[in-house]
């Protein structure tokens, strides 16, 4: 199953990556935050109109009193980027930085088509943006609670008037839950099903795929793409207009931020598609065009795209605190507010501040949002403390170095400060607690459906190597941490990822990672992934071995009575089950890792996976026939004990194995 790995990486697009790194400082206090990004002029009234001229992109000025410092970065980027390009035969990458309120640099590199030779513009060429989208979306509830028109802690049901979320635990879904992923949603696949031509509006899409609660709200942080779509329609039902006329007339507009759009690239003119860049994957050691993926109505969750210029000035908003060149979308405090987490359980590590990924980074606090779709990484990190923002986008998402190092690449140059790889340390290994140690499986994921065994490639391992060092194994990637100072769960790796260890009644249960936006939850048994991949391979040996075992006894003399004819018939049926089955779930994870998720929509679910379900009802069919089949073995066949040992295991573990199938939703639920 480790291969679906990749299957689950491009299917989850759209949605915050996995983007390494935290550090150590402590998170300010709400009057600090507000403090740090007061600005001394005037608020306007809250019904003020935003209207009139706005200014370009193209007026902002490079910092005037520090000149050298921006010549010094921008020779810095090209370097770094020029390397990146190369290592990694990138077709373009687009960057921006901002610092005291001012453009510092706004690069494009590379070509947005390369067909058409057309260069790559850092004012006009528009990379999408992915779940960078959703910082839209927070910002708007944002404006709403500041209107008094919505109450961040009441009943979402409340708001919304075509879609009812779904009772569970007793306890209703908030709007503080939906912007720190902690709504308790399972995650879905479905919204990347839907056709950018789909006529359902996204109210009918929210109601139709509505995903299952598993956790109890505000319980853990796990992302939710369909959280995030179900924020906006609340902005649509609050405000009394679409979502999409409300971003482009009360954000877009008033911010002069004139190259973004959300229309899909199906729906663009010759012009407009001439400004959306190209996105490209590997192909037979070129590049091959990669195809855009499909959200329909579900856009708001990662359908917007950008320019470098037009990103740059986005962070000067929020850096801000809310206002952008005499336009003020935010009260100060009202931005204070929304970059203030909202939960308490892990200060120390990453976590999420209202829609904002929140994480240390050496002794800084690093706000911003990452996001993917099928052709493009992005990657938008805010550090309030030096009033510093950096943009990164690329068209391709064959690997993350650009999007994932280029923007603490740019901090540490810009504080002079340079990467200290950890030193391994021999310890004694008595030394080590083992309270950490053990299996963690992300808990983004389908558990309700077929899907549920795509989850099975999302594991990660701790050992300890001390009592104040451990190693995270995830993956192809293999890292060492060690404790924060004298924090009790949290662990820093060298590059600042700090990751930590959540408790219940005193024993770990879960690990939130450094991203802030996924919580792992320790397994053992029936839950770990391995003790389904150690069924199936006894299976397939005692299937194998069975046989081998008809094969030999062909043409010899044996026992041919009712009861011995009926359990080897069972016995062989079982066997060439257990080999069918084995064969197509590996085909299916041959056929999904190798999926082009722009081509999703119409095409899910797979074949592979509906004859991967029907092979397991056969697998299961023939664990019972099996269980059945131990008396007439036993009691009427002839059979010497150890046929009849190898028939009673062989029964047993397939019995088991069709447990896990259930327990996994490869049987009993819904194929999608």
């Known amino acids: ?69 921006a010549v010094d970065l921008a020779a810095y980027v090209d370097g770094v980027v020029s390397s990146l390009q190369r290592e990694h035969g990138l ?26 030779s057309r260069p790559a513009e850092a004012d006009t060429s528009q990379f999408r943006i992915g779940s960078v989208s959703k910082t839209f979306t927070w910002t708007a509830v944002m404006m709403l609670v500041e209107r008094g028109l919505l109450d961040l802690d009441a009943d979402l049901n409340n708001y919304l008037k075509q879609v009812t979320i779904d009772e569970a635990f007793g306890q209703p879904v908030t709007m503080r839950h939906l912007m720190h992923h902690r709504a308790g949603f399972e995650d879905s696949l479905r919204l990347f099903a839907v056709a950018d031509d789909d006529t359902r509006s996204l109210a009918e899409l929210l109601a139709e795929h509505q995903p299952q609660r598993v956790y109890a709200p505000g319980l853990r942080t796990s992302y939710s793409n369909w959280g995030a779509a179900l924020a906006a329609q609340v902005v649509e039902d609050v405000s009394g207009e679409p979502y999409g006329s409300f971003v482009q007339g009360q954000i877009l507009a008033p911010l002069g931020m004139r190259d973004t759009s959300w229309q899909p690239p199906s729906r663009l003119d010759a012009s407009q598609r001439e400004r959306l860049a190209t996105g490209y994957k590997q192909e037979q050691g070129a590049l091959g065009v990669q195809g855009y993926m499909q959200l329909g109505a579900y856009w708001p969750a990662g359908g917007i795209a950008s320019s470098a210029s037009d990103m740059a000035r986005w962070m000067r908003l929020h850096l801000n605190g809310g206002q952008l060149d005499g336009v003020r979308l935010l009260r100060s405090e009202t931005h204070a507010q929304m970059w203030t987490r909202g939960f308490a359980d892990r200060p120390a590590a990453a976590d999420i501040a209202h829609g904002f990924q929140d994480r240390h980074y050496h002794g800084l606090r690093l706000l911003g949002h990452g996001g993917g779709t099928a052709a493009f990484l992005t990657n938008m990190v805010l550090v309030p403390e030096l009033r510093l923002g950096i943009f990164v986008s690329q068209s391709s998402t064959f690997t993350r170095a650009p999007i994932t190092h280029l923007p603490e690449l740019v901090i540490d140059h810009l504080r002079g400060a340079g990467f200290q790889p950890a030193l391994h340390l021999e310890t004694d290994q008595s030394e080590a607690a083992t309270e950490f140690a053990g299996s963690y499986l992300q808990n983004r994921r389908v ?10 490639s999302s594991t990660a391992t701790v050992s300890q190597a001390s009592r104040d060092s451990l190693v995270l194994a995830q993956g192809d990637e293999i890292r060492q ?65 069975s046989l081998l ?115 996994w939703r490869v049987i009993g639920a819904p194929i999608y």
């Open 447 to 456: 558990f309700s459906s077929f899907a549920a065994l795509l989850g099975t």
């Open 549 to 663: 075992g008809f094969w030999w006894r062909l043409g010899r003399k044996y026992p041919h009575g009712f009861a011995s004819s009926t359990a080897a018939f069972i016995g062989f049926t079982s066997s060439l089950s257990v080999l069918g089955f084995a064969v197509l779930a590996a085909l299916m994870v041959q056929q999904l890792s190798a999926f082009d998720i722009s081509g999703m929509a119409g095409n899910y679910p797979s074949a592979a996976m509906l004859h991967t379900h029907y092979a397991g009802w056969l697998v299961a069919g023939c664990g019972a026939a099996m269980v059945f089949a131990l008396w007439p073995a036993w009691s009427g066949s002839g059979w010497g004990l150890w046929r009849r040992l190898h028939f009673s295991v062989f029964a047993l573990v397939l019995a088991f194995l069709a447990y896990l199938l259930w327990h």
């Open 1 to 69: 199953m480790r291969r679906a790995s990749s299957l689950l990486a491009s299917l989850a697009v759209c949605a915050l990556l996995n983007l390494p790194g935290t550090s150590a400082a402590q998170t300010p206090e709400p009057a600090e935050t507000a403090s740090l990004l007061q600005e001394g002029s005037p608020e306007p009234p809250l019904d003020m109109p935003l209207s009139g001229d706005f200014p370009s992109p193209g007026d902002l000025p490079l910092m005037p009193d520090t000149p050298d410092e």
């Open 481 to 545: 941490y060690r404790r924060v100072g004298d924090e009790r769960d949290v662990f820093e790796a060298a590059d600042g990822g700090r990751i930590a260890f959540l408790r219940a009644d005193g024993q770990v249960v879960a690990m939130a990672d450094s991203a802030g936006v996924h919580t792992l939850e320790k397994v053992s048994g029936v839950n770990t992934p391995t003790t389904l991949l150690i069924a199936l391979g006894a299976c397939l040996l005692l299937a194998l071995s």
């Open 91 to 116: 077709a373009a990458i687009t960057v921006s930085v901002v610092k005291d309120d001012a453009l510092l640099l706004a690069r494009a590199y590379g070509s947005s088509d390369l067909a058409s």
